[in-house]
């Protein structure tokens, strides 16, 4: 049975850990650099063009952030790290909440950790790699802003990427639409593993 990718709708904000729901469905989940562009891939690759918010300021996601696709999965976007010219209470903050959303038992299915594919990973995407690496929890390495390179560049830099992680990233651009067909596949794949 086909995923409608486009059949989305943001459902709510969690600004508390302990107060975010149990769990209704498979939950897809986003991580990344507070500018690493999490909205604009959302937007992609549901097909919308303003269910995310994108905002040209880093660290404007304060809150773990869901939305309902097709009523068979929730696609969640966690706070970005690293970046953010917040204080650094709001930084613990995010902090607890993220915490929060990962020890409440939840049938994550895959992890999204985006990195931009401009730059080598921040020490920030190391140690979330890491973490990770560490969970148990299925994941995968997207990387963003691929259209800002041109293709000799885009390969090297996605090969080194895929060197330092010891797996194959993913390039994608929320402009040309590189990677979203490879996202659908995997996310279809392992939302209808059940």
Do not use: C
């Amino acid at each position: 049975m086909a995923i409608h990718f486009n059949n989305a709708q943001f459902v709510t904000s969690y600004f508390d850990g302990k107060k975010i729901d149990r769990p209704q469905k498979p939950e897809i989940v986003l991580v990344g650099r507070s500018n690493v562009g999490k909205s604009s891939l959302i937007n992609r690759i549901l097909n919308r063009k303003s269910l995310a918010r994108v905002s040209s300021t880093p660290g404007k996601t304060i809150s773990v952030n869901y939305y309902d696709v097709d009523g068979k999965f929730d696609l969640v976007d966690l706070p970005g790290y690293g970046f953010a010219k917040r204080p650094k209470s709001e930084q613990a903050a995010w902090g607890k909440l993220t915490e929060g959303y990962f020890n409440a038992g939840r049938d994550i299915r895959l992890i999204l950790l985006l990195v931009d594919l401009r730059h080598p990973p921040s020490k920030d995407d190391e140690i979330m790699f890491d973490w990770l690496m560490e969970s148990e929890t299925l994941f995968t390495v997207v990387a963003t802003k691929a259209d800002k390179l041109n293709k000799t560049e885009a390969k090297k830099n996605a090969d080194a990427l895929s060197e330092r992680f010891g797996i194959n990233v993913i390039p994608f651009s929320s402009l040309n639409g590189t990677g979203v067909e490879a996202l659908h596949q995997i996310i279809t794949d392992l939302v209808e593993a059940d």
